[in-house]
């Protein structure tokens, strides 16, 4: 297997010399020193540690917003030092009012609405990734690793301790950093990048050591350097939580439910191979203390984006990220690897009650971290079970997954290459052979280069793809709504005696990304007609090629009406492959925060210009349609967040096909904090869309493609409540009733695809058109006890309840609504606890 192979690979990698690698230091940066602390410190806010006493002084902040390079409102100081086990950080945030410093409760990795402290750490002295260690006045943690200089992981989650305290002075924070928690090269004498940074609330001005510039590009790259680490130690991080579960969830039994009780157990373990090289695994996984995905109704022919919430996928993710079709006009998700095709929900279904709706986990492992001569490297490998109906007939086969991903870096950061491969392996049979492919390997390069001070970077990429299976699933492959092989004008031919499919996609962008108030990047995106990703990947669409163009400006000073402002305007053009223009579009977007804090957006589009056409989502499987211009309009403003009531409003409005189209979208929500521990959210989001020329799909000969006019009503509402009991003790309630409803009518199909006219393009088909009422409500109530540091427990409830009718029904909104508490719920009750033990 090439992920056992690289692992290997790896290993021998390692046993170079420890001081091999690392960048050297750069001229003109700033330093600070840490001095070794003779005793443990102890963690209570209190800066009457002897080590306290003799570290030296980080005084020189600089504010870097909303004003950059100002002066400081109040002063910061901070020390360092460390033992064979820590690193301590000692911080001073002098405040002439500690009665105006908030001392909020939130859950943990929740930013609330007060003062913050914060330190950045790449101990890999890199400058592309990093560690980050937050506290707020009340205490509350926030810790996030960095990748790619500028990019930050939120679910990563380290063991580490800090005490705040608020006196006469201000306030303070004393974090202590295991060791064990961070990835260096150990050498006789290490360099750290360091930075601090600090955020007074009230006044929305943020300080820092040393000085962040927002008109430079990075976060690793700005930090300073942290010397004087003598002889630090190469601590292996051996740590294992085993956790125990319960689960109790509803079954449908015939016109009845019945009652599932399961126990089960599993473990999650991290092991540092090396001091830069760290395995987790996972055995079998149970993610139940997850929030459920939101409600959709998808009426396109784009497979729906889900985020992924489950932690030991979510943490560490940023290493394996490949994108594709992404520049600054447009990046949607689409990559190679999407970690939600693991433990997915089965791709075959025989409609027969009780079957499962995802697939077990048998294990899971990656491998990630940095060698020491300075390429980053990560390998995930992962198991699951075969997933069968009531009938024992197979809805998911026993899959393998693996993904690769090294990048190398040089010139101190500044330039970089890089490659991904993943590989899934199907154990098909009778059910499966002919719907799934048996194989499918994806291999790819990229590479970024910054010149001019590191001001302008040239990037790009090439990907390879190869999928394999029996000739009916590779035909399944070529008519599906990734590629439409059998679409006239698709410049290729469906052959559905193929037993693999391969294709390649190429990236190439250009732009400024530091230095002064500009920005901007012109890209080249392309994927051929036979290019597949999507068994471990995320792709929308192959057979696309587009030029884009972005032009963006900051203002890096207040002026008397705003506190930040920022503009952008941007030219995309989009083509099939074979040259067919899909889309022309202008786009330009405004944002401002006010000095009253309010933030203000809006921005306008127009597309479809000149003569377009639609390819995928209009005649699903046959020619393109020519489309008419559209006008998109969206708006947004958020209020202060230091206030308890914070309110939000969004909206979207587009209308095309002459005016015979139309879609209004609105989002309104409020937040108000009931009380220092008690955060409550409340969203109404709510869709008119009348589409007159909704596809409808090929009727049963494939012959004529058929269309009718849309009348839909989308409405959601989602409510949340947050208690923080304390910092380790949260309780989380989610609730999100879910209507959409429409109906179709002027029946139609396909005339003259390529007419000028509108009317010409369609002409009178006699079907059904029919119409549908999908209602859906979710909820989950999770109580979460961190009784010790990396131990928890977690009680949990979720709920769900969902009708589809054929039709859209004579019941009101308000009554479709109430309808939803009539359904009979599927109820799962969930207690997990988990152990951490760190030798």
Not at 106 to 111: E, G, L
Not at 130 to 156: L, S, T
Not at 525 to 551: I, P, V, Y
Not at 645 to 665: A, H, L
């Amino acid at each position: 297997m090439p992920a056992v192979v690289l692992l290997a690979i790896v290993l021998q990698s390692t046993a170079s010399p420890s001081g091999a690698g690392g960048p050297d230091a750069l001229p003109g940066a700033k330093r600070a020193s840490a001095v070794r602390a003779t005793s443990p410190v102890v963690i209570d806010g209190r800066d009457d540690d002897a080590v306290w006493r003799v570290a030296p002084a980080i005084t020189q902040f600089r504010e870097f917003q909303p004003k950059e390079d100002g002066d400081p409102r109040y002063a910061t100081e901070a020390k360092v030092a460390y033992d064979d086990r820590n690193l301590y950080v000692f911080i001073r945030a002098f405040d002439p009012h500690p009665d105006s410093i908030l001392k909020l409760l939130a859950r943990r990795d929740v930013r609330a609405a007060t003062d913050q402290l914060k330190i950045m750490i790449d101990s890999y002295h890199d400058r592309r990734n990093g560690f980050e260690f937050a506290v707020n006045p009340a205490g509350v943690k926030r810790d996030y690793a960095i990748y790619n200089d500028n990019q930050e992981d939120d679910a990563w989650d380290a063991v580490w301790d800090v005490a705040t305290q608020v006196d006469s002075l201000g306030w303070t924070a004393e974090f202590r950093i295991p060791l064990s928690q961070l990835r260096y090269v150990p050498r006789g004498t290490n360099t750290f990048g360091f930075g601090i940074w600090r955020d007074v609330q009230r006044y929305t001005e943020r300080e820092s050591w040393p000085l962040y510039r927002n008109s430079q590009s990075g976060i690793s790259s700005q930090l300073g350097e942290l010397t004087g680490l003598d002889g630090l130690p190469s601590p292996r991080r051996p740590e294992i939580a085993p956790y125990m579960l319960t689960k109790n969830v509803s079954v449908p039994t015939g016109g009845a439910f019945d009652r599932s009780q399961k126990v089960t157990g599993g473990a999650d373990l991290k092991y540092g191979i090396t001091s830069n090289l760290t395995l987790d695994a996972t055995v079998n996984p149970d993610f139940g203390q997850v929030e459920q995905d939101p409600s959709v109704l998808n009426l396109t022919a784009f497979e729906t984006f889900l985020q992924e919430r489950r932690p030991f996928f979510v943490q560490g993710a940023g290493i394996f990220r490949f994108d594709v079709n992404c520049s600054q006009v447009n990046c949607n998700g689409e990559g190679l690897f999407y970690s939600r095709r693991i433990g997915r929900a089965p791709q075959l279904d025989y409609g027969e009650p009780g079957s499962p709706t995802a697939t077990t986990i048998y294990g899971a492992a990656k491998l990630t971290g940095r060698l020491p001569g300075g390429q980053n490297v990560g390998v995930l490998d992962a198991v699951t079970e075969r997933a069968a109906s009531p009938l024992d007939e197979t809805m998911e086969p026993t899959t393998n997954y693996a993904v690769v991903r090294t990048q190398q870096d040089f010139r101190n950061g500044e330039s970089g290459v890089g490659m991904m491969f993943t590989a899934v392996n199907r154990n098909l049979d009778q059910w499966s052979q002919d719907s799934l492919r048996r194989s499918a390997y994806v291999g790819a390069v990229d590479f970024r280069h910054r010149f001019l001070q590191g001001h302008y970077q040239v990037s790009g990429s090439f990907d390879l793809s190869r999928v394999a299976g029996t000739d009916s699933a590779i035909a399944r492959t070529q008519r599906d709504a990734v590629h439409f092989y059998k679409r006239p004008g698709a410049g290729v031919s469906y052959d559905p005696t193929r037993t693999s499919l391969s294709g390649n996609a190429e990236e190439l962008l250009f732009g400024k990304v530091g230095g002064g108030i500009t920005r901007f990047e012109t890209s080249y995106l392309r994927r051929s007609q036979g290019f597949e990703a999507n068994d471990l990947g995320f792709l929308l669409q192959a057979d696309q090629q587009s030029w884009n163009t972005w032009l963006g400006l900051q203002a890096l000073h207040p002026s008397s009406i705003y506190q930040q402002a920022f503009w952008n305007f941007n030219w995309g053009q989009y083509w099939t492959a074979a040259g067919t223009p899909v889309e022309r579009a202008a786009n330009t977007n405004g944002h401002v925060m006010l000095k009253n804090r309010w933030w203000v957006h809006g921005g306008v589009t127009v597309g479809q210009l000149g003569t377009t056409f639609c390819d995928r989502n209009c005649s699903r499987g046959g020619p393109a349609v020519r489309v008419d211009p559209y006008l998109s309009a969206w708006g947004e403003a958020d209020g202060d967040g230091r206030p308890a009531f914070v309110p939000f409003v969004w909206f979207n409005y587009r209308r095309g096909d002459g005016g015979r189209s139309e879609r209004f979208n609105g989002n309104v929500q409020v937040t108000y904090r009931v009380a220092s521990q008690v955060n409550t959210s409340l969203t109404l989001r709510a869709t008119h869309n009348v589409n007159d020329v909704q596809p409808r799909g090929p009727d049963s000969t494939g012959t004529h493609y058929r269309f009718a006019h849309l009348n839909q009503k989308e409405v959601s509402l989602t409510g949340r409540v947050d208690y923080t009991v304390s910092t380790t003790l949260t309780l989380q309630l989610y609730a999100q009733p879910f209507v959409s409803k429409g109906t179709y009518s002027n029946p139609r199909e396909l005339a003259d695809p390529s007419a000028a006219a509108f009317a010409a393009r369609y002409k009178p088909f006699a079907f059904t058109p029919g119409g549908f009422n999908d209602k859906e409500f979710n909820s989950t109530a999770v109580l979460r006890w961190e009784y010790l540091p990396g131990s928890a427990l977690f009680l949990v409830w979720t709920q769900g309840r969902q009708l589809r009718d054929g039709a859209e029904g004579p019941r009101s909104m308000g009554g479709d609504f109430r309808d939803l508490f009539d359904l009979h719920p599927e109820n799962t009750f969930l207690v997990k606890a988990s152990y951490w033990i760190n030798w």
